[in-house]
Nanobody, 124 residues
């Protein structure tokens, strides 16, 4: 099972990026998925999560109204549209998926598969 995250880069404050995550080796269309981020010296933190139908989404407070998580079950992908980026959004972003029912979208322990991470750098 592999999750491949891509789409990171360098952008100025106020700009936008779209991250994508492609899953292979297993279909995750029946499971929730999430995005996390991590900066050096800090714990990995929850950013956004989405139920398997896409009908419910969850966000950490700092990104509400700016980030949008979505998924395409036919393509086994999940995306994170990031608008109005701020320097404090700078981090390595990871997509994640569980091996079964996701009990807590915000907890890293709920996920069993992780992408390799993609760097997002926002300059001021």
């Amino acid at each position: 099972v592999q999750l491949q995250a891509y789409g990171g880069g360098l952008v100025q404050a106020g700009g936008s990026l779209r991250l994508s995550c492609a899953a292979s080796g297993r279909t995750f269309s029946r499971y929730g998925m999430g995005w996390f981020r991590q900066v050096p010296g800090k714990e990995r933190e929850f950013v956004a999560g989405i139920t398997w139908t896409g009908g419910s989404t969850y966000y950490t407070d700092s990104v509400k109204g700016r980030f949008t998580i979505s998924r395409d079950n036919a393509k086994n992908t999940v995306a994170l549209q990031m608008n109005d980026l701020k320097p404090e959004d700078t981090a390595v972003y990871y997509c994640a998926a569980p091996s079964g029912v996701l009990l807590d979208y915000r907890a890293t322990w709920g996920y069993d598969y992780w992408g390799q991470g993609t760097q997002v750098t926002v300059s001021s």
